[in-house]
């Protein structure tokens, strides 16, 4: 049900925006998060916005780098990277929770899309 994309190759320093989008059925009242899953690493969190729009979080590694944003009209939540790094390389996806405020935890999160690649060279 949801869709992310805007991922792509992109040269260490570079910058992309992702984007996901859901009916509004499975963004109403829930956060949303990001996360990404790196070649041999476990799936990670790397940020999530509440339903309004006003809590972020994000992981240490992409804390100054990525902005998570959301557009509760549009049914759709950005990922602004910015300062992309080699080691940002990996599957993103999005997630909606089953709660209105986000987690790190991947088990809060009932919704998955399929994810969108991305790949900073150095």
């Known amino acids: 049900q949801l869709q992310a994309s805007g991922g792509g190759l992109v040269q260490a320093g570079g910058s992309l925006r992702l984007t996901c989008t859901a009916p509004r059925r499975t963004f109403s009242n829930n956060a949303v998060g990001w996360f990404r899953r790196s070649p041999g690493k476990e799936r990670e969190f790397v940020a999530g916005?509440?339903?309004?729009?006003?809590?972020?979080i994000y992981t240490d590694s992409v804390k100054g780098r990525f902005t998570v944003s959301r557009d509760n009209y549009k049914n759709t939540v950005y990922l602004q990277m910015n300062s992309l790094k080699p080691e940002d390389t990996a599957i993103y996806y999005c997630?909606?929770?089953?709660?209105?405020?986000?987690?790190?935890?991947?088990?809060?999160?009932?919704?998955w899309g399929q994810g969108t690649l991305v790949t900073v060279s150095s």
């Open positions: 916005i509440n339903w309004r729009g006003g809590n972020t």
């Open positions: 997630a909606s929770s089953r709660t209105a405020s986000p987690s790190v935890n991947d088990t809060t999160y009932a919704y």
